[in-house]
């Protein structure tokens, strides 16, 4: 089964950027639907950003206009740029894949069936 392992976590003041990365491993064919999903500390996991057929976006209102998801189809892998970060994305972040099944909404958890493990980003004053 394709696997995922998330990258480029890290700490950063508040207004930096951060470039996360997901790679796939041990497939034979690309995935439907990636997402970015986050965790921030005592919440529950959220969507952060999708990318659906047709190399279409989508992004949560609280990170339009600061975060960009993208896809390398060669590599069946997907990024995420993050630009003037704020405090409160602090959180875990996990790269999602809705692979072999259909994308449905693409806003929730259960529209995935394989997961990385997370990346863990800091941001601080």
């Known amino acids: 089964q394709v696997h995922l392992m998330e990258s480029g976590g890290g700490s950063v003041q508040a207004g930096g950027s951060l470039r996360l990365s997901c790679a796939s491993s041990g497939y034979s064919y690309r995935s439907n639907c990636m997402a970015w999903f986050r965790r921030p500390p005592g919440k529950e996991r959220e969507v952060v950003a999708a990318i659906f057929v047709g190399n279409v976006p989508d992004y949560a209102d609280s990170v339009k206009g600061r975060f960009t998801i993208s896809r390398d189809y060669d590599k069946n892998a997907v990024y995420l740029q993050m630009n003037n970060l704020k405090l409160e994305d602090t959180a875990m972040y996990y790269c999602?894949?809705?692979?072999?099944?259909?994308?449905?909404?693409?806003?929730?958890?259960?529209?995935?069936?394989?997961w990385g493990q997370g990346t863990q980003v800091t941001v601080s004053s």
């Open positions: 999602a894949a809705a692979h072999g099944i259909s994308c449905n909404n693409g806003h929730y958890e259960s529209d995935y069936n394989v």
